[in-house]
């Protein structure tokens, strides 16, 4: 059974920086894309970035030259730096990876992190 556990969320001020992780164990073949979502109060789940078994990456205009995402397959691990971070930025963070489990690869989802930016 495959799973994704996040860390590193928290409380931080306005113009901080926090660094998310999110590592799959189990039973895995490979590993293909990762993302990273953010779901805020009253908001829909939103995506945030991607980066491909190439480590080619994309952004969300919103974040884009402020969170830097990565990824280190020995670990099957995905990272997300944030930097400069705003109030907006409040939201449970979710990853994302598409995994191969001896059978079809299919996505698994992370039980979220909170991320709070406020003074």
């Known amino acids: 059974q495959v799973q994704l556990a996040e860390s590193g969320g928290g409380l931080v001020q306005p113009g901080g920086s926090l660094r998310l992780s999110c590592a799959a164990s189990?039973?895995?073949?490979?590993?293909?894309?990762m993302h990273w979502y953010r779901q805020a109060p009253g908001k829909p789940r939103e995506w945030v970035a991607y980066?491909?078994?190439?480590?080619?990456?994309a952004y969300a205009d919103s974040v884009k030259g402020r969170f830097a995402i990565s990824r280190d397959n020995a670990k099957n691990t995905v990272y997300l730096q944030m930097n400069s971070l705003k109030p907006e930025d409040t939201a449970v963070y979710y990853c994302?990876?598409?995994?191969?489990?001896?059978?079809?690869?299919?996505?698994?989802w992370g039980q979220g992190t909170q991320v709070t930016v406020s003074s």
């Open positions: 980066i491909s078994s190439g480590s080619s990456t």
């Open positions: 994302k990876m598409f995994i191969s489990d001896s059978g079809p690869t299919r996505d698994y």
């Open positions: 189990g039973s895995i073949d490979s590993i293909g894309a």
